[in-house]
């Protein structure tokens, strides 16, 4: 894997109003943007079957803490880089580091400091900032799904969570690429899914309470305080137990939007919650003659999920097979799968990928 060159966009360090400190933008960004590549302080992985013991998948944890331990010991540089990043003790407390301090460049600065860091507080750090690698060809192909990685990416760290993301993260070798997956706004807040948030809330605020926090985004807030919470409660318990036809799920969905009088980015949020749902109606032939003309056109849906948590491979997927279920290869159609492309992978994505993509008959587990 050819090293690439490390690059800080559009952003800066600052108090959050999420978490602690995040990373903003500092101009407005088109979907797709590069914002931050970055190398990782160190990476440690493993093919782990999916009935591996909790012992195997300690390993890595310790070889990877060991890979840590070795370079912060050897680099004052490295030293002091880990010790900008927060225990979850004493977030609000610390200083908004400058974002020239990450720069490469910066390493011949003297201003570095050589003190040693305390080994406990290293394994509180990350603990908290470590990020777990994905797999692209698990997500789109179903392969490599033993595949488990764990690094430590410094100034990604910074990026807090949120269930309406803005950006994305792609790993190439050592490296990690973020890119924004819609349009950003100057003094925006910067936020990546920790988990899938195309689910409902109660599933979310489990998977938050997981990585050890209670997530309170603007779309969790939405959710949460619904005056006809306990209508979607039951649609959700509907979804869980199985129902064979999702469309009947969608429709008491848009039925219950409509009366509702929910507007705006709240349609996003709570189409995406029921994804599931949405998305086995679009894949299935018989279930779109059955729903077709009585719930939303799935363009539309898409749009307003996109617009409300940012582009998603699962999104992408409905899309493509949408389009060629539709026979549909026009110019705005293209345009728009391209947004979409972009938002998914960056601006990397290209009109002869797209029309690949299109015609790829690969399914997505």
């Known amino acids: 894997m050819p090293e690439l060159a490390e690059y800080i966009g559009a952003v800066e360090v600052k108090k959050s109003e999420i978490s602690g400190r995040g990373l903003f933008a500092t101009k407005n960004v088109e979907s797709g943007t590069l914002l931050l590549v970055t190398k990782a302080i160190a990476v440690d992985r493993a093919v782990m079957p999916q009935d591996s013991s909790e012992n195997a998948q300690l390993v890595i944890w310790k070889n990877f803490i060991d890979k840590v331990r070795n370079f912060a010991t050897k680099c004052d540089r490295i030293n002091s880089l880990i010790s900008k990043l927060s ?125 050890g926090f209670s997530c309170k985004c603007r779309r969790c807030k939405f959710e949460d305080n619904l005056c006809f919470k306990q209508e979607m409660r039951e649609i959700e318990t509907t979804l869980r137990n199985g129902v064979v036809d999702m469309g009947s799920v969608v429709y008491r969905l848009e039925e219950g939007l409509r009366r509702w009088m929910v507007r705006g980015k709240g349609k996003g949020y709570l189409r995406a919650s029921f994804w599931e749902a949405y998305s086995k109606v679009f894949d299935s032939e018989k279930l779109m003659r059955k729903w077709g003309r009585k719930i939303v056109p799935f363009e539309t849906v898409v749009d307003s999920v996109v617009d409300a948590v940012g582009s998603d491979e699962q999104i992408l997927k409905v899309f493509i097979e949408g389009l060629k279920r539709n026979g549909i290869n026009g110019v705005v159609e293209m345009e728009k799968g391209m947004k979409l492309g972009r938002g998914v992978y960056g601006k990397i994505m290209k009109k002869q990928a797209m029309r690949t993509l299109i015609q790829f008959d690969g399914t997505q587990e």
């Open 87 to 211: 225990n979850s003790e004493d977030e609000d407390s610390m200083e908004v580091p400058n974002i020239e301090s990450f720069r490469p460049e910066a390493e011949m600065n003297s201003g570095i400091s050589s003190e040693k860091l305390d080994v406990s507080k290293m394994l509180s750090i990350l603990d908290v900032n470590s990020i777990l690698e994905h797999s692209i060809s698990s997500k789109v192909l179903g392969k490599n799904v033993d595949y488990q990685g764990v690094g430590l990416w410094v100034l990604a760290s910074f990026i807090n969570h949120s269930c309406d993301p803005n950006v994305r993260r792609l790993h190439v070798g050592d490296y990690v690429v973020i890119h924004a997956s819609r349009d950003v706004k100057a003094g925006e807040e910067l936020n990546i899914a920790y988990f899938n948030v195309l689910s409902p809330l109660e599933d979310r605020i489990e998977m938050a309470k997981n990585w």
